[in-house]
């Protein structure tokens, strides 16, 4: 959901895996096929600061690279935890990765030949990003699910080589844009939404524009994003577009009259920027400016459902939050003072890059922001088991519905009544040798390092 990214990107993420077989099953199916060779032999290598920024604490945490890889990047954060980004390898090639739990666990396949991004990602790890094809630089936009990579389905026509894909939802609809027409039919520049990559609706124009452009797409189906308007010439309005029906949003006072919408969240919240660069938000359809210090360039890449907003003016990552500006700074030390923050998720945790000291390049890092004196709340556990009818004797358990007030969950430990861990996973299956009732408790824990579990006795039929 939100997010525009200009630059392209991977998922990474960061899990930690293990599992000890129980004397009373045959063993633990997880999710192996996740784990790639690269990944499967990455390590946690993050580290974290913390500084006081005003009435802030905020803390860095660093979430490293591939093995042997010099640099990384994370482009957005799900609800979920998980982070996706690029990483270099021993190679010195990029890779689209995903982080769970700080440890890159996944890199994502590229369509044929082509140069991917991933630069959004919802709960089921649906993904969007672009890709560049050929020495000409053709690009497209990419939809990643179950593991499978396809190109976005042009717009119709002759002219159409492929579509922009901007944002994703968490029922897996994609936002974007393209060209259509050619030949005897004139060309035009309309957005859209897609599912499964094809072409699921041509949303047109803002009534008497002649161009339009889907930056995202919120879980109710509204979307943003910018066009013309009739009688206006070639001057951009940021726009919702709600079941057929665009709303044009009001720009701030001021000599340059252009808008753009980058980011809706559930409630309709939009993010952007408004006369010609002036970062913004929209609440009920009336603009409010965001404050800077100091005028400087800058982009808006995200709001959450709790309305902060993420972004980069100048060389420095920014979170505005409850009307705050407060900056990101770059790791301490840096040989570079720029740092740049893209995506954040409903629990607040904003990812992105930031130059690191000399000779260690740039790295991914993800960023928490809490109240000064509010000291850090311990993670809640929660689970389910989900078990298929005897004779199976086979369990699906899931912690992710866990959360953490202030945090993120980075770690996941299950264990049986005697204290064995059996997996520390998220989500696993355990196929038992009979019928019997357990009792397991599952731990979590959270970027501060504190701990909360819940304890359960279930029965497998």
Same mark, same amino acid.
């Given at each position: ?60 945490? $660093?979430? #490293?690279?591939? %093995? ?5 990047? =994370? !482009?957005? &954060? *799900?609800?979920? +935890?998980? /982070?996706? @980004? ?115 609706? $041509?949303? #047109?124009?803002? %009534? ?5 452009? =889907? !930056?995202? &797409? *919120?879980?109710? +189906?509204? /979307?943003? @994003? ?128 930031? !130059?690191?000291?000399?000779?260690? +390049? ?100």
């Amino acid at each position: 959901m939100f997010r525009n990214r200009i630059a392209a990107f991977t998922a990474v993420g960061l899990l930690l895996v293990g599992a000890c077989t129980d004397g009373a099953d045959r063993g633990t199916t997880e999710p192996a096929s996740l784990l790639t060779a690269d990944a499967a032999s990455a390590i946690a290598t993050s580290t974290a600061v913390t500084r006081i920024v005003g009435n802030w604490q905020v803390t860095i945490t $660093d979430l #490293g690279t591939l %093995p042997g890889g010099t640099f990384s990047s =994370a !482009y957005d &954060i *799900n609800n979920i +935890g998980e /982070v996706v @980004g690029i990483a270099s390898d021993a190679a010195g090639m990029n890779r689209r990765v995903i982080w769970q739990n700080g440890i890159i666990v996944d890199t994502l396949p590229q369509p044929s030949s082509a140069v991917t991004t991933a630069t959004q990602l919802n709960e089921h790890r649906q993904l969007v990003g672009f890709a560049n094809q050929g020495g000409g630089g053709i690009g497209y936009g990419v939809y990643w699910s179950n593991g499978t990579a396809v190109k976005l389905q042009p717009l119709p026509g002759t002219a159409a080589s492929g579509a922009a894909a901007n944002g994703i939802n968490a029922l897996g609809d994609v936002a974007g844009g393209g060209t259509g027409g050619g030949g005897t039919v004139p060309l035009y520049q309309h957005a859209g939404i897609w599912r499964n990559g094809l072409l699921f609706r $041509d949303i #047109g124009v803002i %009534p008497g524009g002649n161009y339009s452009m =889907a !930056y995202d &797409i *919120n879980d109710a +189906g509204q /979307v943003t @994003g910018t066009g013309t308007a009739g009688g206006t010439g070639a001057r951009q309005y940021a726009f919702v577009w709600t079941n057929g029906i665009f709303t044009v949003l009001p720009d701030l006072p001021g000599s340059f009259l252009q808008s753009v919408g980058r980011s809706i969240n559930s409630r309709g919240d939009v993010a952007g920027q408004s006369n010609g660069g002036d970062p913004v938000v929209w609440k009920n359809g009336q603009v409010q400016a965001l404050p800077m210090p100091t005028r400087l360039a800058n982009t808006i890449s995200e709001i959450n459902d709790s309305g902060d907003v993420v972004g980069t003016v100048g060389s420095t990552g920014v979170l505005w939050k409850k009307g705050q500006y407060i900056p990101l700074d770059p790791w301490p030390g840096a040989a570079v003072n720029s740092s740049r923050a893209r995506g954040i998720n409903n629990q607040g945790i904003v990812v992105g890059e930031s !130059y690191l000291p000399a000779g260690q +390049g740039v790295h991914a890092v993800m960023w928490t922001v809490t109240p000064v004196g509010v000291g850090n709340k311990p993670p809640v556990a929660a689970w389910t088991v989900s078990c298929q009818p005897a004779p199976a004797h086979t369990c699906t358990f899931n912690g992710t519905g866990s959360r953490d007030p202030d945090g993120s969950i980075v770690g996941y430990r299950w264990t049986n009544a005697g204290g064995m861990t059996l997996s520390t996973l998220a989500t696993f299956t355990r196929t038992f040798s009979r019928s019997m009732t357990v009792t397991w408790t599952l731990t979590v824990t959270d970027n501060g390092g504190k701990t909360g579990k819940l304890t359960k006795t279930f029965t497998v039929p």
